[in-house]
């Protein structure tokens, strides 16, 4: 017959007269200062929530996200979601960036041996120059605690959408599109436990402007959980191509990048690569291995 597979523990506990009772679930740090409720109409699930929203940093603050996500399930085969999301910037916003954002997505996914589907997204938020190579959690510590932010922030408002295809569970295809008017955005003064009262590092610029983006992915993930992972490979692989005719460069030295043309015909090439490998040798010891590689490989200089 067919398999299913639970990858989660059954939410029970015995009690003392020998029947089970449902047992409330030890909910991750993250979620601990979230608010969210769920109800169902139909076959529409509707999940409103009230979270923070990424990292403590020096230009937001803590971003507060709100909004609902709506799953509608037509068949056991096709799920379709559609997510809103409101970003609320507790710092108080400088005078290039206002106290609100937002996130809106929307996907069709078509479900079974071979998995296909397609999305869209329309946005105006706040990202990292780089998300490496300090983890979200270790950043935004350091910046609450100790007033030192150790990524640097653009902000970001476009359009973008995206297809992929899994003809197999371990592979995964993905093409997307997307078209975005970045900028640069100056620190605030967010408050911290200690060193409150030094300043903060300032936020370097970007080349402002418009940029269209078109990418392709490839994932092999071999791994027996993606949540908590003890065995297996996955190795993602990124090529993405940008081209922009009407960027604001910022002087760089010529050693680090030659000076781009203002006048357009920007274009340039960025690879990225995430190698995995998790290995359980003993139900106590478990030895796991990352390379990360990621870069300008073609066209104009980033």
Do not use: C
């Not at 998300?131 to 609450?144: I, M, N, Q, T, V």
């Not at 197999?168 to 900028?183: G, I, L, N, Q, T």
């Not at 990124?238 to 357009?264: C, K």
């Amino acid at each position: 017959g067919a398999e299913r597979v639970y990858w989660d523990a059954a939410p029970v506990i015995r009690g003392s007269d020998g029947l089970l009772a449902l047992r409330e679930r030890r909910r991750p740090l993250s979620e601990l200062a979230a608010a969210r409720t769920t109800f169902q109409v139909g076959k529409v699930r509707t999940t409103l929530s009230l979270a923070t929203g990424g990292t403590y940093n020096r230009i937001e603050g803590l971003p507060i996200l709100f909004g609902p996500l709506l799953e509608w399930r037509p068949s056991s085969q096709a799920l379709a979601r559609l997510d809103l999301r409101g970003i609320l910037r507790t710092a108080g916003s400088a005078d290039d960036l206002g106290d609100f954002g937002y996130v809106a997505r929307a996907d069709l996914r078509f479900l079974g041996k071979t998995e296909f589907g397609v999305g869209g997204r329309i946005y105006s938020e706040v990202n990292p120059i780089e998300d490496h190579p300090f983890p979200g959690s270790e950043s935004g510590w350091s910046a609450f605690l100790l007033q030192r932010d150790y990524r640097d922030y653009f902000e970001r408002q476009g359009v973008g959408g995206l297809a992929y295809f899994q003809p197999h569970p371990v592979w995964r295809f993905e093409f997307s599109m997307r078209r975005d008017a970045e900028r640069s955005v100056r620190a605030t003064d967010p408050w911290s436990i200690f060193r409150n009262s030094d300043r903060w590092r300032p936020n370097p610029l970007i080349d402002d402007g418009h940029y269209f983006s078109t990418g392709l992915q490839v994932v092999y993930d071999t791994r027996n959980d993606p949540d908590r992972p003890t065995t297996g490979w996955i190795i993602r692989a990124n090529l993405e191509h940008s081209t922009s005719d009407d960027i604001a460069p910022v002087a760089l030295p010529a050693v680090v990048r030659p000076q781009p043309s203002t006048g357009g015909g920007y274009a340039t090439d960025r690879l990225s690569l995430d190698v995995r490998r998790y290995s359980r040798l003993a139900p106590a010891l478990q030895v796991n291995a990352r390379l990360r590689a990621d870069g300008w490989v073609a066209g104009d200089r980033l």
